[in-house]
Structures are given as structure tokens and as C-alpha cells.
């Protein structure tokens, strides 16, 4: 599926005020809509001011936090900016695994339902220096994560507690395609 969607603009700002090269798969997440796109970068094509060309690839439904938005740690909010996924978890395990503090706890069928943090998980990281990284602001360290939900009912509205939660027919198929190092751009809008 290839659109006329254009990553946004202030991420690739971000990306060139960091000196980061763009990774060949970027999600963009869009607190406003509710709503996360995967983009994937074209080969052997760059724009007239040198930056890659990237499609669209898929566009899904998420939630982002209850509380708003924000860096400061414990504040259960959605933090904005640049990030990574600095780790991977949960691949191989059944749809409906059930994770506390990152490890294998049980089956949404065995009296987990409503779980929190269900399915995988893509362990954010902060790329923006006393942004969301470092200090009583860094992503990693609140434990922000993309993670599937017990209550997928909840999706398309804010519902987490800082997270990005995902509908299992999507993060699976996402957590298998997406690398470690992948970029993650958080937005209002």
C-alpha cells in the first residue's frame, strides 16, 4: 500500500537537529487522532532537500495516556518526541500472554482478562537530551512501552497509564516486522 503521507515535519527537525539518521522503519503516533502509522523508507529515493522518501505502510488504532500528555516521571503521561525501540519483548509467546515487570505471568483465559500489559512489548527510549531522556524525564526509565491491551474496547480513546497500547492483530504482526532501533515519533497532532 503505498500514500501520499509524508512523515511529519517537526520529526524530521527533531531528526536533523540530533544528527540521527532516519531508520528504514519509523512509526509516528498521533495522540490527537489516536492513531499510530508505520512508514517504511523508499528505495534509492530522497527528496529535493535530501531526505529519504518514506510510504506508508499501515495506519492503526491506539490509545495513549488518560493522564495527557508529558515527560516528568510518574506522572503516568504519554511522553512526546523522538524515541527508539531500545528492546523487544514477548516474542514467541501465545496472543494473550500476560507480562509484570516485563516477565511471562500468566494467559489473559486464565483469569487475567484485564490485563495491562498484554501480547509484546517495544520498550521506548527516549533520543532527545533532557527531553525525554535523562534526568526525571527519560522514557526508558518510566517504562513507556507499545504494548497490547486485556480491554482492546478501550482503543481510540486515551486509556493508558503513560503507554501506547496496540489491538493484538496489529502489534504482533508489528512487533515481528519492527527492529530493535526503529524510530518512534510521539505527537499531539
Same mark, same amino acid.
Given at each position: 500500500?503505498?500514500? #501520499?503521507? !509524508? ?9 536533523? !537537529? ?25 528505495? #534509492? ?28 516521571? @510518574? ?41 495491562? &500489559?498484554?501480547? !509484546? &512489548? ?9 527531553? @525525554? !531522556? ?43 516486522? &519492527? ?11
Amino acid at each position: 500500500m503505498k500514500a #501520499n503521507i !509524508r512523515l511529519p515535519f517537526n520529526l524530521i527537525c527533531t531528526l536533523r !537537529r540530533h544528527q540521527l539518521l532516519p531508520s528504514h522503519l519509523i512509526l509516528t503516533v498521533n495522540t490527537s487522532t489516536q492513531s499510530m502509522r508505520l512508514f517504511e523508507r523508499d528505495k #534509492n529515493q530522497t527528496s529535493a532537500a535530501g531526505f529519504p522518501n518514506y510510504s506508508l505502510r499501515k495506519t492503526y488504532r491506539i490509545s495513549s495516556s488518560a493522564y495527557g500528555l508529558g515527560q516528568q516521571i @510518574n506522572s503516568n503521561q504519554t511522553p512526546l518526541g523522538l524515541h527508539r525501540v531500545a528492546a523487544k519483548i514477548g516474542g514467541g509467546q501465545p496472543t494473550g500472554t500476560v507480562f509484570r515487570s516485563r516477565q511471562v505471568v500468566g494467559l489473559t483465559w486464565q483469569g487475567l482478562p484485564n490485563a495491562t &500489559i498484554v501480547h !509484546r &512489548i517495544l520498550w521506548l527510549e527516549g533520543l532527545e537530551p533532557g527531553h @525525554n !531522556r535523562g534526568g526525571e524525564v527519560d522514557t526508558y526509565n518510566r517504562y513507556v512501552y507499545i504494548h497490547g491491551c486485556g480491554d482492546e474496547t478501550t482503543l481510540g480513546r486515551p486509556q493508558s497509564h503513560g503507554c501506547i497500547h496496540v489491538a493484538a492483530q496489529d502489534l504482533i504482526p508489528l512487533f515481528d516486522r &519492527i527492529p530493535a532501533g526503529a524510530q518512534v515519533w510521539i505527537a499531539e497532532g
